[in-house]
């Protein structure tokens, strides 16, 4: 008699045309917050494509240059056919360099989590700042967007799926904090940027329903998340130090 083989669900990936592809082998369950197929969905691919870093308007000028700037979720489905992707995809877009992608995996017993991070703080932001302040007055910045990519064999409930996101911001937070990163508006103790995106992929593998930081798969979120956005900080510092200019102009 024949058995079935079960196949064990792998995750690859790899960068073109300025975009990191994640192939989860399969449709997948998905929750986000990306600018394309954000929400609740089931999708093959993830996308995190970089763009140019824009300069942020004035903002007396910021409802006409919104009105001239593209629909990034049409710019992204344009992205993923020029890809050869036709399955189905959720995407991000980043200013960071995506060569700067931070990837990290934990596991415990027959659980794993695998995390694919790009990390900028120019627009940090502290939760609960007036919203007005983060448009006033800036012409310029750097990359800032912390894009989480969070993949796990684990079968995911709908409200495992919520704790994994809040976990993973809590982690987030928690190397931010630790790190002393100001808000751009020079106030202490920024949470994020004003950009920032999640997303959790759900597998086919031991089902779990809770995933809170008292549980396994939280305390796996919260371990790929911290390494993750402690290393691409301290990348992205680097490359701020870099870009500054010194004397005469030149930059460091």
Not at 6 to 32: E, K, N
Not at 56 to 80: F, K, N, Q
Not at 198 to 224: A, F, K, N
């Amino acid at each position: 008699m024949s058995v079935p083989v079960r196949r064990t669900m792998q995750t690859t990936f790899r960068i073109r045309q300025q975009t990191l592809i994640v192939d989860l082998g399969a449709v997948r369950s998905v929750l986000s917050s990306a600018p394309r197929a954000g929400g609740m969905t089931r999708a093959r691919y993830i996308l995190n494509h970089q763009v140019a870093a824009k300069p942020v308007v004035r903002e007396d000028r910021g409802r006409r240059a919104g009105a001239r700037e593209g629909d990034p979720a049409r710019a992204l489905s344009r992205l993923a056919i020029s890809l050869g992707i036709r399955d189905t995809f959720v995407g991000l877009m980043t200013a960071v360099s995506i060569e700067d992608v931070v990837t990290a995996r934990a596991a415990h017993a027959r659980i794993w989590v695998e995390g694919f991070v790009t990390v900028g703080t120019s627009n940090a932001v502290r939760a609960g700042e007036p919203v007005m302040l983060s448009q006033r007055n800036r012409r310029g910045t750097h990359p800032g967007t912390i894009n989480l990519i969070l993949v796990t064999n684990a079968r995911l409930s709908s409200s495992a799926m919520v704790g994994v996101v809040q976990v993973a911001t809590e982690a987030k937070t928690a190397v931010l904090l630790h790190a002393k990163v100001k808000s751009w508006t020079g106030r202490s103790g920024a949470t994020g940027t004003g950009t920032d995106a999640v997303v959790v992929v759900s597998g086919d593998g031991p089902s779990q329903r809770y995933s809170g930081t008292h549980t396994i798969l939280g305390e796996l979120v919260g371990r790929v998340i911290g390494q993750a956005v402690t290393e691409g900080l301290g990348r992205y510092m680097q490359w701020q130090a870099c870009s500054t200019p010194g004397p005469r102009g030149k930059k460091l």
